[in-house]
């Protein structure tokens, strides 16, 4: 994922879902009563999300699977949930919620004030917070590549434009340096499977989606305001 983010203008974000191609999904909505204001796509197989936004506050959590501990622990938490709460709680998110046991993970909080990266190795949380500009978090960490090949390429592109263009620029690959990836593992496949581009600021929410974003097919735009009159 990219974020370009800073105090004075709206969070710009692209989220690439890599995921096995026979996971089903739901297109971003509100999918969740029990978290008013939310939305994000749906995995139909556990019920949470890797990217949830809220319109009212103008944050967006985004999570990442990480290497070091690939299967969680029986009885933990999905890491679908991790977006939901961490959009609705913030910085607090942790305050009463356990990741003992979960699978790895990295999850970011992009908010209008603060954006700060969390990463569980399994054992260990970890917490950074970043300076205003344009980050790149991958699943893979800097040993991965895609920073070193991409960001700069980010930086300098327009948004939504640009980077929708850099997502266009190559086909998926059997590369984990590639933006757009497609892994063959026997008779399943591991690939990108969905991409958005968020513009998110208080009470003012643009998505853009493809489930094919490395085509030059168009994206569906939606636009939430909750400034608006009923």
């Not at 204001?37 to 809220?54: E, H, I, N, Y």
């Not at 009885?75 to 998110?93: D, F, K, N, Y």
């Not at 603060?114 to 190795?121: C, F, K, T």
Request: charged share 20%; net charge negative; aromatic share 10%.
């Amino acid at each position: 994922m990219v974020v370009r983010w800073s105090r004075q203008a709206p969070t710009q974000i692209l989220a690439l879902r890599d995921e096995l191609t026979s996971r089903e999904f739901d297109d971003p909505d509100l999918w969740w009563p029990q978290h008013p204001g939310v939305l994000g796509g749906r995995d139909r197989t556990a019920g949470g999300t890797w990217c949830a936004c809220s319109v009212t506050s103008g944050v967006t959590a985004l999570v990442l699977n990480r290497p070091q501990q690939r299967i969680a622990e029986p009885g933990a938490p999905s890491r679908g949930v991790l977006p939901l709460i961490g959009v609705e709680q913030e910085m607090a998110w942790l305050s009463d919620f356990d990741v003992s046991g979960m699978a790895s993970f990295m999850l970011v909080l992009a908010m209008p004030d603060r954006l700060v990266a969390w990463v569980y190795d399994g054992q260990t949380l970890v917490s950074t917070e970043h300076v205003p500009g344009t980050h790149m978090f991958t699943s893979g960490g800097a040993e991965d590549g895609k920073a070193d090949r991409y960001l700069h390429a980010f930086e300098q592109a327009t948004f939504p434009d640009g980077w929708r263009g850099l997502v266009e620029r190559e086909p998926p690959v059997d590369d984990p340096a590639a933006l757009v990836v497609r892994h063959e593992q026997g008779d399943a496949a591991f690939a990108t499977v969905f991409g958005q581009l968020i513009e998110a600021m208080p009470g003012q929410l643009r998505v853009e989606y493809s489930r094919q974003p490395w085509t030059a097919d168009p994206w569906t735009a939606k636009h939430w305001d909750s400034t608006a009159p009923e």
